[in-house]
């Protein structure tokens, strides 16, 4: 895979969604209190914004490897599928639970329109995309892979 839109795409995606993730995470380690005046869900005892900054954490250095070419291009494109898919497993769940809410008071019971949750769960989605249907390794790449 050469160094292209789509890598650095991912690459932008995965910060946003870390920054995303680390300012709810900051706010909830700091003040105790979830940011923007959600519920908030948690998961094996800890709060799932934690989890969901681990994971784009992840993703953004998978992809910083895509792009600086540090990585193999297969392995580091097989850990964006893999952590995406289980991110979107994680905040689909979490966006789920929701639904009650939101049929209940609308969107606009939510600051950005949609919980945390979901606006999550779209990053995790937009990110698998690309990793799954977009970007295309080097046939080079996947020959000398199978041979090895």
Do not use: W
Request: proline share 3%; aromatic share 16%; net charge positive.
């Amino acid at each position: 895979m050469r160094k292209n839109k789509t890598s650095v795409a991912l690459l932008v995606l995965s910060i946003a969604g870390l920054l995303f993730s680390g300012y709810l995470s900051g706010v909830k380690l700091f003040t105790s209190t979830c940011a923007f005046n959600e519920a908030c869900p948690y998961f094996l005892g800890y709060p799932a914004c934690y989890f969901g900054f681990v994971m784009f954490l992840l993703l953004t250095l998978f992809s910083f490897k895509l792009v600086a070419d540090k990585a193999e291009h297969l392995e580091g494109l097989l850990g964006i599928k893999i952590v995406s898919v289980l991110g979107i497993l994680f905040a689909g769940y979490f966006t789920f639970l929701e639904i009650p809410v939101l049929l209940k008071d609308g969107l606009g019971a939510y600051i950005f329109g949609l919980p945390t949750c979901t606006l999550g769960f779209l990053f995790y989605l937009a990110i698998a995309i690309l990793a799954f249907f977009v970007v295309k390794p080097n046939k080079s790449e996947y020959n000398q892979t199978i041979t090895n």
